[in-house]
């Protein structure tokens, strides 16, 4: 059981190259998320899912693309990255939806920066 | 949308001391998170409260679920230095299952 797992670990972009940051997860969790967290900040959402093809936009979603054809696999995609998204990104997942937080996990997050 | 207030911002301890945290909010909550996250890594969950009033402790850690709704509280008995990291509070209204997050509140503890 290897939880939740990120790759890769960290990351450096040009202005306008796109990337996909990976999250995997093993426990048959239902409920996925991404977050960035930026210095000084709390965690944003940027995009989640509830299941297996069901993918829906967070608090920040413009310049992400996510798609969750697998109960384990849930991929992030900057289309074409820009300096302002220069942040660390957590994948995070729990078992299913709801507001019971009986397991949740985080990843141990991308650090990316654009230049 | 909702909005966290998390205090205070930073706090430098001696180990031993025992700590205080809060977070507000001017909306109604159902369900209180805490997380802590250490240097480099992911926050960890520490301790979620439903009701208000819910006093539940994990350890050394004991939070609250304000009566008000609009509140909790994460009190640290003892500190030792790897109680440091950052903070974060979180919180949930009725209907939603999408966490809003506090800024944090970082922790330094001095041996």
């Known amino acids: 059981n290897a939880g939740v797992t990120q790759t890769p670990k960290f990351q450096v972009l040009k202005t306008g190259q796109s990337m996909t940051l990976q999250c995997a997860q093993d426990?048959?969790?239902?409920?996925m998320s991404w977050y960035r967290q930026d210095p000084g900040m709390g965690l944003r959402l940027i995009h989640y899912?509830?299941?297996?093809?069901?993918?829906d936009q967070g608090e920040v979603p413009n310049g992400y693309n996510v798609s969750r054809s697998t109960t384990e696999d849930f991929p992030l995609r900057l289309l074409s990255a820009a300096p302002s998204q220069t942040s660390v990104y957590f994948c995070a997942s729990r078992p299913s939806v709801g507001q019971v937080f009986k397991e949740q996990y985080f990843g141990p997050g991308t650090r990316l920066t654009v230049t | 949308g909702q909005q966290l207030n998390q205090s205070p911002q930073s706090m430098f301890i001696q180990e031993g001391e025992d700590v205080s945290m809060n977070c507000t909010s001017s909306?109604?909550?159902?369900?209180w998170l805490w997380y802590k996250q250490e240097p480099g890594e992911g926050p960890v969950l520490l301790i979620a409260?439903?009701?208000?009033?819910e006093l539940t402790s994990n350890g050394r850690l004991t939070a609250q679920f304000g009566i008000t709704r609009k509140d909790s509280f994460l009190n640290i008995s003892a500190s030792i230095p790897s109680d440091v990291g950052i903070y974060f509070c979180?919180?949930?209204?009725?209907?939603?299952?999408?966490?809003?997050f506090g800024r944090g509140t970082s922790l330094i503890v001095h041996p």
């Open positions: 426990m048959n969790h239902e409920y």
């Open positions: 979180a919180g949930l209204v009725g209907g939603s299952y999408i966490p809003t």
């Open positions: 909306s109604i909550f159902n369900t």
């Open positions: 409260l439903y009701k208000a009033g």
């Open positions: 899912s509830v299941g297996a093809g069901i993918t």
